[in-house]
């Protein structure tokens, strides 16, 4: 291997559907059809070099997906990216490839700016659930896992939540002709944490904590990923920054541990 | 006037349904057309789950066939899991197409695959999600024709109550027939409406219109006649053969799914057809002859095949792919091309020689040599005289000793239950087999953690095959056999535990054995074990024996006829077979024959480098053998 290349992808649309591992082999065939001179692990059955970087639900669109993939010979980056956006199906996009450098990339995913459009629900409703959720202290939902249920805090991991203000209906794809009356968007950033705690536990607590009750499937969006800047305001109402993981800046300060 | 799509409503119910991407469509090479800027319109169905279906072959084809047409649009639909079918009836959406999420009875024609009798329930779920009328003859000039078509049409009459024709064969011509007379018929304005259009396709010949039939019957329950009902309708329709297989290099590019399939290649027929004249084997019987496709184009298709979809995998598919008459050279073609790449090469290896070993230890020369798969098909040397499997036990040693001295680890080997004849001994012999297959493997690789894997199916007799006339044997006594197979096994202290047992039990085949001998009264049990909940039959999760038990009993209760009489009933020769209208070519007689040298253990030829034995398909389709070797090289790699 001689070169690392990182790359943001966004996931959209109807393409949201489609779950980590279908991405994953639908990558690995666009690498190929792209000709992108990929190193292969060594052993029996040798595999490319990509690595993944916490993927967003299955059903979760994103703005802001991560990987990185080992190359055998050096490649211009921007090259890269065109040649692999178009061997990916519209929906599926690669939005940005840059060289890697340290800090690792996992480093610099410390959390997640999500949008959340709750279609059919009153502004007024969602903000009584922010604001109920906000001065609790700790808010424990059940989750179902493959192993049962597990119990976990969405709280704890909310760095920001305030509703964005009223949407235009039908953001997510609701039948026209039967608009809804209200939309409301919930503006989210999540630190990310073992065990993953969602944006669909956060929807949870709401619905615990208020009378909250959303009569369609929201619509879930990852705006962004990177770490939080530690200069902006710290205060959960605002609206903490993050930063870039392409950034070359980053490069220059050691990720605090 | 435009179609709306679907899609807009079905998007917010996607999150609550497994796998919704298989729902979602956008792969890549699928074809979105105007809808408005075409002059017909197909939905191409499988009617199984997105995961089997997608991967189909004959869907692929077809679906680009048509597309490439100016005039015409298809796009593919697939049977629904039960989760979101109760959605869709909960919000009133129709069965959709993928593609464009198009809703089907939107379409001029739906055509409908069947690989096999056991999605005929599937047909049904998908007509009632449409809002097509299940029985064709309440259908309106609204709905489109339903058209049937893969092995199973070869005997639609268990479903033709539900289907308004039936294709027989190979479809790329066929398919391309219909558009034409669909087309030809709309720019007329339509003349004698649904009726008119359907006289149109069974006038010429290119389909078969069950309801242009009128079926009698005998008061035993057999069929007195079946006769058409109309003039000029011809009294027999037959197959369609498509010559020159490098005339139609299909798939060129192939759907390339997000969601994850059951084959997960590129697969290219390097051969249609089989002249082995395995006597169970209704593929190689409704196939015939065998035309070969060139090593050139093989070759072109593989290296275009990969380029377009960056699958790691080709597979050379066809009956029996050794029997190419230039496999040698395409192997080791196509070994030398993609060595030290990516890609692996795998051939269906079922033919019972060393020759199949070296063609695998070629395919497998960069990869790894895990299991090796032959196809005996019956335990004794007797069964196999009777099947005309001519492979003697002595073959079978040298082959597999081959392939665990090359450095295989595992051989799986095929065998079937329940064949004409067969007696307990017959099965037992399979675990004698195995035996010395370990025995011998060991010896040659000279190691002992060689493994050999038994897998066994339930022999169901077929249309158009010479066991066509043959009693199916009893689940109970298939049953029996295999579990006095295993225990002899498993109760071997040298060699049981290398050898492996797989079976299902024998019940799944005697309801397949109904529909695939069945006639026109089955067509209730169908629809009475739908009516009950019955989904995705070929699943063993969504099967059950019990369901289609109690619906034979309830429809045939009163009439002659019985599950029974259906499936372990032999027949005499005078008996008027459903299916003696639907011309494979094959000559009745000779099939006759050919069922009496089965029982009097007499073996036949491959017609390939023997004399004709008059099968009769060449002279009445008009058809003749295409094989080679042309001695061309595989060409080399060019820039795309």
């Given at each position: 291997?001689?070169?690392?290349?990182?790359?943001?992808?966004?996931?959209?649309?109807?393409?949201?559907?489609?779950?980590?591992?279908?991405?994953?082999?639908?990558?690995?065939?666009?690498?190929?059809r792209?000709?992108?001179?990929?190193?292969?692990?060594?052993?029996?059955?040798?595999?490319?070099?990509?690595?993944?970087?916490?993927?967003?639900?299955?059903?979760?669109?994103?703005?802001?997906?991560?990987?990185?993939?080992?190359?055998?010979?050096?490649?211009?980056?921007?090259?890269?990216?065109?040649?692999?956006?178009?061997?990916?199906?519209?929906?599926?996009?690669?939005?940005?490839?840059?060289?890697?450098?340290?800090?690792?990339?996992?480093?610099?995913?410390?959390?997640?700016?999500?949008?959340?459009?709750?279609?059919?629900?009153?502004?007024?409703?969602?903000?009584?659930?922010?604001?109920?959720?906000?001065?609790?202290?700790?808010?424990?939902?059940?989750?179902?896992?493959?192993?049962?249920?597990?119990?976990?805090?969405?709280?704890?991991?909310?760095?920001?939540?305030?509703?964005?203000?009223?949407?235009?209906?039908?953001?997510?794809?609701?039948?026209?002709?039967?608009?809804?009356?209200?939309?409301?968007?919930?503006?989210?950033?999540?630190?990310?944490?073992?065990?993953?705690?969602?944006?669909?536990?956060?929807?949870?607590?709401?619905?615990?904590?208020?009378?909250?009750?959303?009569?369609?499937?929201?619509?879930?969006?990852?705006?962004?990923?990177?770490?939080?800047?530690?200069?902006?305001?710290?205060?959960?109402?605002?609206?903490?920054?993050?930063?870039?993981?392409?950034?070359?800046?980053?490069?220059?300060?050691?990720?605090?541990? | 006037?435009?179609?709306?799509?679907?899609?807009?409503?079905?998007?917010?119910?996607?999150?609550?349904?497994?796998?919704?991407?298989?729902?979602?469509?956008?792969e890549l090479h699928s074809a979105?057309?105007?809808?408005?800027?075409?002059?017909?319109?197909?939905?191409l169905?499988?009617?199984?789950?997105?995961?089997?279906?997608?991967p189909n072959q004959g869907v692929q084809i077809l679906y680009e066939v048509l597309n490439e047409r100016?005039?015409t649009?298809a796009?593919r639909?697939?049977?629904?899991?039960?989760?979101?079918?109760?959605?869709?009836?909960?919000?009133?959406?129709?069965?959709?197409?993928?593609?464009?999420?198009?809703?089907?009875?939107?379409?001029?024609?739906?055509?409908?695959?069947?690989?096999?009798?056991?999605?005929?329930?599937?047909?049904?779920?998908?007509?009632?999600?449409?809002?097509?009328?299940?029985?064709?003859?309440?259908?309106?000039?609204?709905?489109?024709?339903?058209?049937?078509?893969?092995?199973?049409?070869?005997?639609?009459?268990?479903?033709?109550?539900?289907?308004?024709?039936?294709?027989?064969?190979?479809g790329e011509?066929?398919a391309l027939?219909?558009?034409?007379?669909?087309?030809?018929?709309?720019?007329?304005?339509?003349?004698?409406?649904?009726?008119?259009?359907?006289?149109?396709?069974?006038?010429?010949?290119?389909?078969?219109?069950?309801?242009?039939?009128?079926?009698?019957?005998?008061?035993?329950?057999?069929?007195?006649?079946?006769?058409?009902?109309?003039?000029?309708?011809?009294?027999?329709?037959?197959?369609?053969?498509v010559?020159n297989l490098d005339a139609w290099p299909y798939p060129k590019k192939p759907l390339v799914?997000?969601?994850?399939?059951?084959?997960?290649r590129y697969s290219v027929e390097i051969?249609?057809?089989?002249?082995?004249?395995?006597?169970?084997?209704?593929?190689?019987?409704?196939?015939?002859?065998?035309?070969?496709r060139s090593?050139t184009t093989v070759g072109e298709m593989v290296q275009r095949g990969i380029a377009a979809t960056g699958f790691?995998?080709v597979g050379l598919l066809?009956?029996?792919?050794?029997?190419?008459?230039?496999?040698?050279?395409?192997?080791?073609?196509?070994?030398?091309?993609?060595?030290?790449?990516?890609?692996?090469?795998?051939?269906?290896?079922?033919?019972?020689?060393?020759?199949?070993?070296?063609?695998?230890?070629?395919?497998?020369?960069?990869?790894?040599?895990?299991?090796?798969?032959?196809?005996?098909?019956?335990?004794?040397?007797?069964?196999?005289?009777?099947?005309?499997?001519?492979?003697?036990?002595?073959?079978?040693?040298?082959?597999?000793?081959?392939?665990?001295?090359?450095?295989?680890?595992?051989?799986?080997?095929?065998?079937?239950?329940?064949?004409?004849?067969?007696?307990?001994?017959?099965?037992?012999?399979?675990?004698?087999?195995?035996?010395?297959?370990?025995?011998?493997?060991?010896?040659?690789?000279?190691?002992?953690?060689?493994?050999?894997?038994?897998?066994?199916?339930?022999?169901?007799?077929?249309?158009?095959?010479?066991?066509?006339?043959?009693?199916?044997?009893?689940?109970?006594?298939?049953?029996?056999?295999?579990?006095?197979?295993?225990?002899?096994?498993?109760?071997?202290?040298?060699?049981?535990?290398?050898?492996?047992?797989?079976?299902?039990?024998?019940?799944?085949?005697?309801?397949?054995?109904?529909?695939?001998?069945?006639?026109?009264?089955?067509?209730?049990?169908?629809?009475?074990?739908?009516?009950?909940?019955?989904?995705?039959?070929?699943?063993?999760?969504?099967?059950?024996?019990?369901?289609?038990?109690?619906?034979?009993?309830?429809?045939?209760?009163?009439?002659?006829?019985?599950?029974?009489?259906?499936?372990?009933?032999?027949?005499?020769?005078?008996?008027?077979?459903?299916?003696?209208?639907?011309?494979?070519?094959?000559?009745?007689?000779?099939?006759?024959?050919?069922?009496?040298?089965?029982?009097?253990?007499?073996?036949?030829?491959?017609?390939?480098?023997?004399?004709?034995?008059?099968?009769?398909?060449?002279?009445?389709?008009?058809?003749?053998?295409?094989?080679?070797?042309?001695?061309?090289?595989?060409l080399?790699?060019s820039?795309v």
């Amino acid at each position: 291997m001689v070169q690392r290349l990182r790359v943001r992808y966004a996931k959209r649309g109807p393409l949201r559907f489609t779950s980590h591992r279908d991405f994953a082999r639908a990558f690995e065939r666009a690498l190929r059809r792209a000709g992108v001179p990929m190193a292969y692990s060594a052993g029996f059955s040798p595999h490319p070099k990509i690595s993944y970087a916490g993927a967003a639900p299955t059903g979760v669109a994103s703005e802001a997906e991560y990987l990185e993939i080992g190359l055998a010979q050096v490649s211009d980056p921007e090259a890269t990216r065109s040649a692999l956006d178009c061997a990916l199906p519209p929906g599926l996009d690669v939005v940005e490839v840059v060289e890697a450098e340290p800090p690792a990339l996992a480093d610099r995913l410390e959390a997640s700016r999500w949008r959340i459009v709750l279609d059919g629900v009153e502004p007024a409703v969602a903000e009584a659930a922010v604001a109920a959720f906000l001065a609790a202290d700790c808010v424990e939902v059940e989750r179902k896992t493959k192993d049962g249920t597990r119990t976990v805090d969405a709280r704890a991991v909310v760095v920001a939540l305030r509703v964005a203000g009223p949407g235009a209906t039908g953001v997510s794809a609701v039948d026209e002709t039967a608009p809804t009356a209200f939309c409301a968007i919930l503006d989210v950033v999540m630190r990310h944490i073992t065990p993953a705690v969602r944006p669909d536990d956060v929807l949870t607590a709401l619905r615990h904590v208020s009378s909250l009750s959303t009569p369609v499937t929201p619509l879930v969006t990852r705006l962004a990923q990177g770490r939080l800047d530690e200069a902006s305001p710290a205060d959960a109402g605002s609206h903490p920054r993050l930063i870039d993981p392409l950034n070359r800046d980053v490069a220059t300060t050691t990720p605090p541990r | 006037m435009p179609v709306e799509s679907l899609f807009a409503r079905l998007e917010p119910l996607l999150p609550g349904v497994s796998k919704p991407i298989q729902y979602v469509g956008g792969e890549l090479h699928s074809a979105v057309k105007d809808w408005d800027a075409v002059d017909v319109r197909w939905a191409l169905m499988y009617p199984d789950a997105y995961e089997v279906g997608l991967p189909n072959q004959g869907v692929q084809i077809l679906y680009e066939v048509l597309n490439e047409r100016a005039d015409t649009l298809a796009e593919r639909t697939y049977s629904v899991w039960p989760d979101l079918e109760a959605v869709m009836r909960a919000h009133g959406i129709p069965q959709f197409t993928v593609d464009a999420h198009r809703p089907v009875r939107s379409f001029d024609l739906l055509g409908v695959s069947f690989a096999t009798e056991l999605g005929y329930t599937n047909l049904l779920t998908a007509l009632d999600l449409a809002g097509i009328a299940l029985p064709a003859d309440e259908r309106t000039d609204d709905d489109p024709l339903v058209i049937a078509g893969g092995h199973a049409a070869f005997n639609p009459e268990p479903i033709a109550e539900f289907i308004d024709a039936a294709v027989l064969g190979d479809g790329e011509e066929a398919a391309l027939r219909i558009t034409d007379i669909v087309r030809d018929w709309k720019a007329e304005g339509r003349p004698g409406g649904r009726d008119g259009l359907l006289l149109r396709l069974a006038h010429d010949g290119v389909a078969y219109v069950p309801s242009f039939y009128d079926v009698d019957y005998l008061p035993d329950g057999r069929i007195r006649r079946v006769v058409p009902n109309r003039p000029g309708v011809p009294w027999r329709v037959s197959k369609h053969t498509v010559m020159n297989l490098d005339a139609w290099p299909y798939p060129k590019k192939p759907l390339v799914p997000l969601a994850e399939t059951v084959h997960e290649r590129y697969s290219v027929e390097i051969f249609r057809g089989c002249t082995r004249g395995c006597r169970f084997c209704q593929a190689g019987m409704i196939t015939r002859p065998v035309r070969e496709r060139s090593i050139t184009t093989v070759g072109e298709m593989v290296q275009r095949g990969i380029a377009a979809t960056g699958f790691e995998e080709v597979g050379l598919l066809s009956l029996s792919s050794a029997d190419h008459s230039e496999i040698g050279e395409i192997a080791k073609g196509l070994a030398d091309r993609y060595d030290g790449e990516q890609v692996s090469l795998s051939l269906p290896s079922t033919r019972v020689d060393a020759f199949n070993v070296t063609l695998a230890n070629e395919l497998s020369r960069n990869g790894r040599r895990t299991g090796l798969t032959f196809a005996p098909e019956g335990g004794s040397e007797r069964m196999r005289k009777v099947i005309n499997k001519m492979v003697t036990e002595d073959d079978l040693i040298r082959t597999v000793s081959t392939a665990y001295g090359n450095g295989w680890r595992q051989v799986k080997l095929y065998f079937m239950c329940g064949l004409p004849t067969e007696t307990d001994d017959d099965v037992l012999q399979i675990a004698e087999m195995a035996k010395h297959v370990i025995k011998a493997g060991r010896e040659a690789a000279g190691r002992k953690d060689i493994r050999c894997t038994i897998s066994i199916g339930a022999f169901v007799p077929k249309p158009h095959t010479p066991f066509q006339w043959a009693a199916q044997l009893d689940h109970e006594t298939v049953d029996r056999r295999l579990r006095a197979l295993k225990a002899a096994v498993m109760g071997d202290r040298d060699y049981g535990r290398s050898i492996g047992l797989r079976y299902h039990d024998g019940r799944p085949s005697i309801v397949e054995g109904l529909l695939s001998r069945g006639d026109r009264r089955v067509g209730g049990v169908i629809r009475r074990v739908w009516e009950d909940g019955g989904r995705f039959d070929g699943w063993s999760e969504h099967f059950s024996y019990e369901r289609w038990e109690s619906a034979a009993a309830e429809v045939f209760a009163g009439t002659p006829v019985s599950m029974d009489w259906y499936t372990t009933r032999e027949r005499e020769l005078a008996e008027v077979l459903p299916w003696d209208h639907l011309d494979a070519g094959l000559d009745k007689d000779w099939m006759w024959e050919d069922w009496q040298d089965a029982v009097r253990e007499v073996e036949v030829d491959d017609c390939r480098w023997t004399p004709c034995y008059d099968c009769g398909v060449c002279p009445t389709m008009g058809t003749e053998i295409q094989i080679g070797p042309t001695g061309r090289p595989l060409l080399p790699l060019s820039p795309v």
